[in-house]
């Protein structure tokens, strides 16, 4: 849009006002390529020199505003009035993926050239995934931390869950969430059902003694209190929490139904606590699938688990590649 107006600002002058804007799309080849660009509409004195000639279809600006259609269709793309940019076409399979989220120079990085029989497997193979939480060998502390909102706390249930009653597992969960309203009884609850201990950890120097109790356990999820990705205070705070337990692992979690920017920002502010997975949440919310093949690229940071609702603990799977290229180009599991 910017570019749109400078240009038609560096035909008309300066002064020119602007009086209408907008995208727009254009079908291409059998409907599916598309034309992108977007369309400014602006006017000009009477007075402007070189345009005398057109002054009977222009009028007055208040007149130029009440006829914008009419003036649309007489002025075409003379200088008088309307700028067209238009951005080049892509090809039908990077069209698609930038529709599901994708950013279009991501997409084009990994479609180009690429034949359509071989799509998913282009897109797996920039799916990192590290597979599951190997406790078999040591105890795997595995530290969850996160933006608010994104489903730490129903994660941390289900990966005790799955560990707990699926691979029969000793498992125990630890909360450094004592500032959310409820937090602490939502994880206790869960606990009771899966018969596992609950620790709640009101300070940094609490901690180390709560993870020597449990030193017997095969994994301890660590439950963190959600701090916002802008607040470097606050993610230095929890850093100092979560360096006090230390974690073998530290998952950052993200939810698939936040905006693309948000989630770029999560893994850049919380990479300073040092981060080792992903895990993708709300799957079954998300408008835009590809966001796990953009987030992907972006990070270089594998996934270890996706979820994709709220029953423990049934919604959740270990990340698989090929899995994940399916959802992010056809968006189902």
């Not at 035909?11 to 992108?36: C, M, V």
């Not at 951005?87 to 991501?106: D, Q, T």
């Not at 502010?269 to 992903?278: H, K, Q, T, Y």
């Not at 270089?300 to 049934?314: E, K, N």
Request: with cysteine; aromatic share 4%.
């Amino acid at each position: 849009m910017r570019e749109a107006l400078a240009h038609a600002r560096a035909s008309l002058g300066d002064d020119a006002a602007l009086l209408h804007a907008t995208q727009y799309e254009e079908p291409g080849l059998l409907g599916l390529a598309k034309k992108r660009g977007v369309e400014v509409l602006l006017a000009v004195d009477d007075d402007v020199p070189g345009l005398a000639e057109h002054e009977p279809q222009i009028g007055g600006l208040g007149r130029i505003e009440s006829h914008v259609v009419e003036m649309r269709k007489t002025l075409g793309d003379l200088m008088t009035g309307i700028a067209v940019v238009r951005g080049k076409e892509l090809s039908p399979a990077i069209e698609r993926l930038v529709r599901n989220g994708v950013g279009e120079s991501v997409a084009e990085s990994i479609l180009s050239g690429v034949k359509d029989s071989e799509i998913l497997a282009a897109l797996a193979r920039r799916i990192r995934c590290a597979g599951p939480i190997n406790c078999n060998r040591r105890q795997a502390r595995v530290a969850l931390v996160g933006p608010t909102g994104v489903g730490k706390t129903t994660t941390a249930a289900k990966l005790a869950a799955e560990h707990a009653l699926v691979h029969k597992k000793k498992v125990a969960l630890l909360t450094l969430d004592t500032y959310r309203v409820g937090a602490v009884e939502q994880l206790a609850t869960y606990a009771r059902i899966l018969n596992v201990p609950l620790e709640i950890a009101m300070s940094a120097g609490d901690i180390p003694a709560l993870v020597e109790k449990h030193a017997d356990k095969d994994l301890l999820v660590i439950d963190t209190v959600g701090r916002s990705q802008r607040k470097s205070d606050h993610v230095d705070e929890l850093a100092a929490f979560v360096k006090a337990a230390g974690p073998t692992e530290v998952h950052l979690v993200v939810s698939a139904s936040a905006d693309s920017v948000a989630r770029r920002e999560a893994v850049e502010s919380f990479g300073r606590i040092g981060i080792d997975r992903l895990i993708m949440t709300k799957l079954d919310e998300c408008a835009h699938p590809g966001c796990v093949l953009d987030l992907a690229v972006a990070s270089l940071i594998p996934y270890s688990y996706v979820t994709f609702g709220q029953d423990v603990p049934d919604d959740i799977a270990v990340a698989e590649s090929d899995r994940l290229a399916k959802y992010a180009w056809e968006g189902t599991l």
